[in-house]
């Protein structure tokens, strides 16, 4: 007897409302849905119906889905055929608006991944292809094998010739010399260490080499008003073992982290921009947004991927501002991908401690009380940034007026400082500003009402009155309260 087609009862197809001609040469005959109809006998005929109709229906998608992607790819030939066999099942139909296949199979490829951190595996070479290429894989390797003891022999021989000649060949122009050729030398070796990773990799060092700081013009140490003692650190971990390498040598290595810590607007950035200025090195500048990522894992390769291009680009200086928001407390709230993210921060943190790299992290935070010891030990030096005391205020109000055309003598100034007992830098900042708009208020008074305006309109600098005026509406932003707990924090947990 002759092999019977397996499929439906097409008899049963009229409670269906589907008629015979309907799927010529096709077979929708799924064993699921049969496996299940025969467990469940008792199934109601509306549910059985319902799940018939629901596999025709995915079929019928799967078509038109297929038929579109040849006609993108023009394959005429094969989507003629494909017309011709399933017409009367996909006729009068088509794809909806932003569906294809390509980007299904993308939806597909994410989730697996998101799910099992695992890139699935779509398509594979067929066992002849393989052999194949295993065997010429082999002839690849005698060959290669047999050129290298030619290319010794020849080498031998042309050395015994060759000794009449008595010349060597020095680099012409050395990478330490120059910083600006030191720094292209540089990124040639991140482009190529790049190649190394997987393309999933090189985009997290993309994304990494963004955050490299190229200009450094901007900040210098004159800058940095009433910080002294910081600076000095800073020099000693950044500055002065590159210039001195052989006074930093076992017990006395740089500092490998510094922490800087205190209330808003105290210099703590500012610091950091003197460092990528006055520092020749490779200066990392990261904030929180940097490591966050909707996928799994993608946090703790970035740390990775930062810290290797950090030891390929030394000397090199990492900024983490605001840390405290990307490196806060454990508790038990915590997800198992924000430990993930702390034990490997940790871990290239303390390989900086016990290695001889030229790698120095420097951070930054108002809230110290929310980082653990964990984190505090791989910071060698804590140094609170307290507010400026009277002698720095007036220093600060010197330095932010000095670009002003005014009249104001030291003893003002001086009465200032006074004044201002608990304003940081940026508050004493607000302030001459403040005080340098009323100026400019009463000019654009005396335009609106003349209704006329000329370039070369003068502006006075700010007055004695501008300046107390400024002070008074003017609120800081630390109360002795907080100054209090950073004062209470730096005593227990402090290292300057």
């Not at 594979?124 to 050129?147: F, G, I």
Request: hydrophobic content about 35%; glycine content about 4%.
């Amino acid at each position: 007897m002759g092999s019977e087609k397996k499929g439906w009862d097409y008899s049963q197809l009229r409670k269906y409302d589907i008629s015979l001609e309907q799927i010529p040469r096709l077979d929708y005959q799924d064993p699921k849905v049969d496996e299940l109809m025969a467990e469940n006998k008792e199934t109601p005929k509306k549910y059985t119906q319902h799940t018939h109709r629901d596999i025709f229906e995915r079929k019928r998608a799967i078509l038109l889905l297929v038929a579109s992607f040849l006609r993108e790819q023009s394959l005429t030939n094969t989507l003629k055929c494909l017309e011709t066999e399933a017409d009367p099942i996909i006729s009068g139909y088509e794809l909806c608006d932003n569906v294809d296949l390509d980007s299904i199979l993308q939806e597909f490829m994410s989730f697996q991944y998101t799910k099992f951190n695992k890139v699935p595996k779509i398509i594979k070479q067929l066992e002849q292809v393989q052999a194949k290429t295993k065997k010429y894989r082999s002839q690849n390797s005698v060959e290669t094998k047999q050129s290298k003891v030619n290319v010794t022999q020849c080498e031998q021989e042309t050395k015994s010739d060759n000794k009449q000649f008595d010349f060597q060949i020095k680099r012409m122009l050395s990478t330490d010399s120059d910083p600006e050729v030191k720094k292209e030398y540089n990124r040639v070796q991140t482009s190529a260490f790049c190649l190394t990773y997987s393309k999933e990799w090189q985009e997290l060092a993309d994304a990494v080499k963004k955050e490299i700081i190229d200009d450094y013009s901007g900040t210098s140490w004159k800058d940095c008003i009433g910080l002294e003692k910081p600076q000095q650190l800073l020099k000693e971990s950044v500055i002065y073992p590159v210039m001195y390498p052989h006074l930093f040598t076992g017990l006395t290595r740089p500092w490998k982290g510094i922490l800087l810590y205190g209330p808003p607007g105290t210099g703590k950035t500012h610091l950091a921009k003197a460092v990528a200025c006055e520092s020749n090195t490779t200066f990392i500048n990261l904030t929180s947004s940097t490591f966050v990522s909707k996928w799994r894992g993608e946090s703790e390769k970035m740390i990775k991927v930062l810290f290797d291009l950090a030891r390929l680009e030394a000397p090199t200086t990492i900024f983490i501002d605001e840390i405290d928001a990307v490196f806060c407390q454990g508790n038990g709230s915590n997800q198992d991908a924000s430990r993930r993210f702390r034990c490997e921060l940790l871990i290239q943190m303390d390989g900086l401690l016990q290695g001889n790299e030229s790698i120095f992290v420097l951070a930054s935070t108002n809230k110290p009380w929310d980082l653990d010891a964990a984190l505090l030990r791989r910071f060698e030096k804590r140094i609170l940034i307290n507010l400026p005391n009277q002698e720095n205020r007036y220093e600060l109000f010197k330095y932010f007026l000095k670009n002003c055309a005014h009249s104001i003598d030291e003893e003002v100034l001086k009465k200032a400082a006074e004044m201002t007992g608990s304003f940081s830098g940026s508050d004493l900042k607000l302030v001459c500003k403040e005080a340098c708009m009323k100026s400019i208020r009463s000019a654009l008074k005396k335009i609106e009402i003349s209704e006329t305006f000329s370039k070369k309109t003068e502006v006075s600098g700010p007055s004695i009155e501008d300046i107390f005026n400024a002070i008074q509406t003017t609120n800081p932003l630390t109360d002795k309260q907080l100054l209090n707990k950073y004062l209470e924090w730096n005593k227990r947990f402090g290292s300057c």
